[in-house]
Every structure is written in structure tokens, then in C-alpha cells.
């Protein structure tokens, strides 16, 4: 069976993350943490989760021309993801994350160059199916919406007005944000696992393996990635859904964003 073809338009950031016994509360300083710098966002992951998983993949991004680029383009780059990024005069998108010993996260992002990825600037002539995400502008999501071929979105992070799509990946907040919805819907329900839904009727619903939660970072772009790639290769619903909850729990088990997602061997193999 051919690899099928995806184009990811979406956002790349570096990511600064510390590891700390527990979440710091408003005002609190909590030391003894460690700090590394992952390649992150949730454009870039989904593209490196998507190659991964063994489809061909294109990103389309923007970085900045600093020194944060090349460690942000670092994995798209090893995993062979094809290179339609452009350079912004703005700085390589942040994301602030701090990860306790449970696994539960705090993330703050300054999008940089992602805020600059404009309409103009997509390049979907010979896309067959496309994912976006919500860390870019909204009207570019909303071009590439018009221009797909096959339209998925996921819905993240949540605001309201986003187009609909195929497939909308969504939790609850984000479901909440965006409200009555064409299309299929996919609910998240992060340890309960997920649900489909079509026109509000639950269609298909699965649970993660449990696992030992290390780090929840890039659960939800390693569940998209696995749900859209298992769709497009042809798996029914059920399966699809099934393996996508197979892909979020094993980036859970794992630290860092890029560096936890699966591969296509590891989902099969958990299945």
C-alpha cells in the first residue's frame, strides 16, 4: 500500500521545558528543576508524528532567522519531512513548558514567526489532504480550508470561528469554543481515551493502554497525527480511533514533544 501524502500547515517552536517535582502556584518559586530545549509546536509536531507513523509529509511554517531555528527545524528534518518553511523577519516561535513528576504540564507560547504565516503564503497545489491547527492565524486556516482537497482540523488551541473540516480533533474546552459543528468530531477525553461523533450521535469510542505518565506534552499532536494517517491509509473508524489512543499513550509515557512520538512499528506493536 502507497504512503499517503499529507500536508501539515501549522506552527514550529522551540520549546524550553522544566522538570520540576510539582506546577509552581501564582506567585509560588519551586527550584530544584532541570531544563532542556526540544524542537515543538503543534504544526511541526504533527508533520514529524505523521512521517513517523510512515506518511509523506510537507510542512508548511515559518520560522525566524535566529538562532532558535535550526534546533526548532531539527526533527522535521531527521525525520524527512519535506522543507516549504519560510524564514520571517519576526523570532522563532517559544513555548514555555514546565512538567511535574505526574506528567501534567503548564505551556505559555510567544508565536513569533507563526503569527506571521499568512494566506499569500500557501503553497497547496499538489496537497491531497491537509491538517492545520490553530497557532497560526485564523484566516489562514480559513484559506486552507477553501484551498484542501480533504480538509482535518485540530481544533487547538481553542477560539472560536474555526471552519469546519472532514475531522475536527477537539477537547472539551476547545469543543465548547467552537460549538455546533459539521463533519466528524473527535472528542478527546485525555486517561478515559476518546470518542467519535457525527451530528452529535457518538459513532466509535476508545481507551489508552494504561501507561506511566512521564510527560503529556505532545499527547494530543501524536493522537491527531495517528487518527488522520490511520483515516487516510484506509483503517475503519473504530481502528483508526483505536490507534490514535495507542500513539497519544506512548508520547505520554515519554519526554519532550518531538522527541515522544511513535513510530508505526511501536503503535503496531502496542496494539
Known amino acids: 500500500m502507497a504512503a499517503p501524502r499529507l500536508t501539515v500547515v501549522g506552527s514550529i517552536n522551540l520549546d524550553l521545558v522544566v522538570r520540576a517535582e510539582r506546577l509552581p502556584r501564582a506567585g509560588e518559586t519551586v527550584s530544584g528543576a532541570s531544563f532542556s530545549r526540544v524542537p515543538g509546536g503543534k504544526g511541526a509536531n504533527q508533520a514529524v508524528a505523521a512521517a513517523r507513523l510512515g506518511a509523506e509529509v510537507v510542512l508548511v511554517g515559518c520560522v525566524g532567522s535566529d538562532a532558535f531555528a535550526a534546533e526548532a527545524l531539527a526533527a522535521l528534518r531527521e525525520t524527512g519531512v519535506e522543507e516549504r518553511w519560510l524564514v520571517k523577519e519576526a523570532p522563532t516561535g517559544v513555548a514555555l513548558i514546565t512538567v511535574d513528576t505526574a506528567g501534567e504540564t503548564t505551556i505559555v507560547v510567544a508565536p513569533g514567526a507563526n503569527a506571521e504565516l499568512q494566506p499569500d ?58 460549538g455546533e459543528r459539521r463533519g466528524l468530531v473527535c472528542l478527546t477525553l485525555g486517561a478515559e481515551g476518546a470518542v467519535l461523533l457525527e451530528d452529535g450521535r457518538e459513532v466509535a469510542r476508545a481507551e489508552p493502554p494504561p501507561i506511566e505518565a512521564v510527560d503529556g506534552t505532545a499527547a494530543g499532536d501524536a ?24 500513539a497519544g499513550a506512548l508520547a505520554v509515557s515519554r519526554f519532550g514533544a518531538q522527541t515522544s512520538l511513535p513510530t508505526a512499528e511501536e503503535v503496531e506493536s502496542l496494539l
Open 223 to 246: 493522537f491527531t497525527a495517528c487518527l488522520v494517517v490511520s483515516l487516510l491509509e484506509g483503517h475503519s473508524r473504530e481502528d483508526s480511533l483505536r490507534r490514535a489512543c495507542v
Open 121 to 178: 503564503d500557501l503553497a497547496l497545489s499538489d496537497a491531497d489532504a491537509v491538517l492545520c491547527q490553530q497557532e497560526i492565524p485564523a484566516e489562514t486556516v480559513a484559506r486552507v480550508a477553501e484551498l484542501a482537497p480533504r480538509f482535518f482540523l485540530n481544533a487547538a488551541p481553542a477560539r472560536e470561528g474555526a471552519p469546519d473540516a472532514e475531522l475536527t480533533v477537539v477537547n472539551r474546552l476547545e469543543l465548547a469554543a467552537l
